[in-house]
T-cell receptor, first 115, second 115 residues
Framework: AQSVTQLDSQVPVFEEAPVELRCNYS??????LFWYVQYPNQGLQLLLK??????LVKGINGFEAEFNKSQTSFHLRKPSVHISDTAEYFC?????????????FGAGTRLFVKA | GAVVSQHPSRVICKSGTSVKIECRSL??????MFWYRQFPKQSLMLMAT?????????EQGVEKDKFLINHASLTLSTLTVTSAHPEDSSFYIC???????????FGPGTRLTVL
C-alpha cells in the first residue's frame, strides 16, 4: 500500500519569496507522483507529474518538483510566488502496476501568500 | 485537452432521498474511473474504483450499498448516494484515466448538501 505525507499543513510566505512544499511517500513498488492545486470551491488542477526519466519535473505556473528516490520525496518548489498562488496543494501517488491511476492523496498544504 | 465533466455541480436534497451524480469523459474512453470524497478543509479520500462492465471496487470503510456505482459505458460512471443523511454532505470528485495518454483527469466536483 502507498501513503503520502505532506509535512506542512500551512505555509505562509511573502509575495516574491521562494517556497518549498514538502512531500514524502512510502511504497513497496514503483509509483507515479503528482502535485495538484485546488482553489476554493473548485476541482483539482494538475501542476506536474513524474512518471519516469528526469527527476526534475517542471510544471505549470512556474512550479517544479524533484523526485528523490533515496529519500522518497517529491518536494514542490517555486522561486518566486504570487498572491494568486494562494491555494491548497496536494501531493499524490499512484501505483504504476495498476491501470487507471488509482491515486492516493496527501493531507494537503495550504499555501498562503501575503503581500 | 481531455475533459471530465460532472453533473450536477451542486445539489441540495432532503434527508432520506437518493442523489445521482454523473461523471463523463468527454473526448476519450475510460475503462476505469475513480470516485473521491472531500470533506471541508480535508484531503481527497478514495471511495471506489469504477470499472466499465463490472462491479466497482470499494475502499475499506465505504458502504457499497449506500454508494452505488454504475459504469455502464466507456464514457459514463454514476455514483448514487442512497438514503442520504446530513453526514453524507461533501464534495464528490470523479476522475477518469486516458490510457492512450497515460493521464488521469479530474472532474470539477459535485457539492452535495443534505438537509
Amino acid at each position: 500500500a502507498q501513503s503520502v505525507t505532506q509535512l506542512d499543513s500551512q505555509v505562509p510566505v511573502f509575495e516574491e519569496a521562494p517556497v518549498e512544499l514538502r512531500c514524502n511517500y512510502s511504497s513497496s513498488v514503483s509509483v507515479y507522483l503528482f502535485w495538484y492545486v485546488q482553489y476554493p470551491n473548485q476541482g483539482l488542477q494538475l501542476l506536474l507529474k513524474y512518471l519516469s526519466g528526469s527527476t526534475l519535473v517542471k510544471g505549470i505556473n512556474g512550479f517544479e518538483a524533484e523526485f528523490n528516490k533515496s529519500q522518497t520525496s517529491f518536494h514542490l518548489r517555486k522561486p518566486s510566488v504570487h498572491i494568486s498562488d494562494t491555494a491548497e496543494y496536494f501531493c499524490a501517488v499512484s501505483d504504476r502496476r495498476t491501470g487507471g491511476f488509482k491515486t492516493i492523496f496527501g493531507a494537503g498544504t495550504r499555501l498562503f501568500v501575503k503581500a | 485537452g481531455a475533459v471530465v465533466s460532472q453533473h450536477p455541480s451542486r445539489v441540495i436534497c432532503k434527508s432520506g432521498t437518493s442523489v445521482k451524480i454523473e461523471c463523463r469523459s468527454l473526448d476519450f474512453q475510460a475503462t476505469t474511473m475513480f470516485w473521491y470524497r472531500q470533506f471541508p478543509k480535508q484531503s481527497l479520500m478514495l471511495m471506489a474504483t469504477s470499472n466499465e462492465g463490472s462491479k466497482a471496487t470499494y475502499e475499506q470503510g465505504v458502504e457499497k450499498d449506500k454508494f452505488l456505482i454504475n459504469h455502464a459505458s466507456l464514457t459514463l460512471s454514476t455514483l448514487t448516494v442512497t438514503s442520504a443523511h446530513p453526514e453524507d454532505s461533501s464534495f464528490y470528485i470523479c476522475s477518469a484515466s486516458d490510457s492512450s495518454t497515460d493521464t488521469q483527469y479530474f472532474g470539477p466536483g459535485t457539492r452535495l448538501t443534505v438537509l
